[in-house]
């Protein structure tokens, strides 16, 4: 079986992450630019980021050799030419999208997902915020294609470390809005901050990884508004900066949900799978709630990106 040995993008991007953090630190604390940082929130994040390097050296081997297994039942072989890895990582960045997009969208990913917008602070650490619990949801399975189509599992690793690395630079509000065509092509800034935002308009929007194109595609990009700051955390923040707590509390309310006394086996699978704040009794709010309560009290907005159409009201 093939064994490929490329670097680890990541691990040699981290002394540029820390001087990264520090410079921001440093430019928001003397007034020098926008953002805002809190310490035992940036401790959290950069204890949760310690953790999933943890969780990826005794868990991600699974994964990759998953994958590898997979690889002898490859349809082709495509080699190591540079085509193959600009292809791979275009390839691999829309899958991305669609990883993040079902995240968002089905509770069993978000519960792993949901940690990394716990913070009501936007800053480089808050890029450090991982997952420990990400082999749990199985998504690593959306990589499959790629390994069966002839992209070897260590070519989809390698690209997705530049991946990685270019996200860890948009957590940021340091940075405002971009050239017009840097802004239309990549995830910028600009764009992740909605996408962390809980304000109605930019909720379940700008899934991105590297190429803002794939919202612009599949319609699921919102454009920051200056009138529309963005508000960051997730609808019902936590309150806590326990890294524990932040790793396992999403699961830990699920599987209460799930377990519940009383519930049908239907309702028990939707806690499940269905988006998070679907609650078989309607009692809870979802992002299509929010956003339509939203569009009531400012009828003005409806239609508007990241927004639904006005309803019409019943006829007495």
């Given at each position: 079986m093939d064994q490929y040995n490329f670097p680890q993008v990541t691990q040699l991007a981290i002394p540029f992450f820390v001087a990264a953090i520090l410079i921001e630190l440093w430019l928001v604390r003397t007034g020098r630019a926008k953002g805002s940082f809190e310490t035992r929130d940036?401790?959290?994040?950069?204890?949760m980021g310690t953790g999933n390097v943890v969780a990826g050296l005794l868990l991600g081997v699974v994964s990759y050799w998953a994958l590898l297994w997979l690889w002898q039942f490859r349809f082709f072989n495509l080699g190591l030419s540079i085509w193959v890895f600009v292809t791979a990582f275009l390839l691999d960045d829309l899958r991305y999208y669609v990883y993040h997009r079902i995240a968002h969208r089905v509770r069993w990913v978000w519960a792993e997902h949901v940690n990394h917008h716990s913070s009501q602070h936007y800053n480089l650490s808050t890029a450090l915020r991982q997952s420990w619990t990400g082999l749990f949801t199985f998504t690593?399975?959306?990589?499959?294609?790629l390994v069966l189509a002839g992209f070897h599992p260590a070519v989809i690793a390698f690209v997705f470390g530049f991946n990685l690395v270019w996200q860890f630079w948009i957590h940021t509000e340091t940075i405002g809005k971009m050239w017009g065509w840097f802004e239309f092509i990549f995830n910028t800034p600009s764009h992740h901050r909605v996408h962390h935002a809980t304000n109605p308009r930019y909720l379940d929007a700008n899934y991105a990884g590297t190429l803002i194109i794939w919202d612009r595609m599949f319609g699921t990009f919102v454009e920051e508004l200056e009138e529309d700051r963005p508000r960051?955390?997730?609808?019902?923040?936590i309150g806590t900066f326990n890294p524990l707590k932040v790793a396992f509390h999403e699961w830990i309310g699920m599987f209460k949900d799930a377990l519940a006394p009383g519930l049908t086996l239907g309702q028990r699978l939707n806690y499940l799978i269905q988006p998070p704040g679907w609650s078989h009794d309607g009692s809870r709010d979802t992002s299509e709630t929010l956003k339509a309560a939203y569009v009531r009290r400012n009828p003005s907005q409806a239609g508007k990106p990241g927004l639904p159409e006005a309803r019409a009201e019943p006829a007495e």
């Open positions: 940036t401790l959290t994040s950069l204890m690593f399975i959306l990589q499959a294609p960051y955390g997730i609808v019902k923040n």
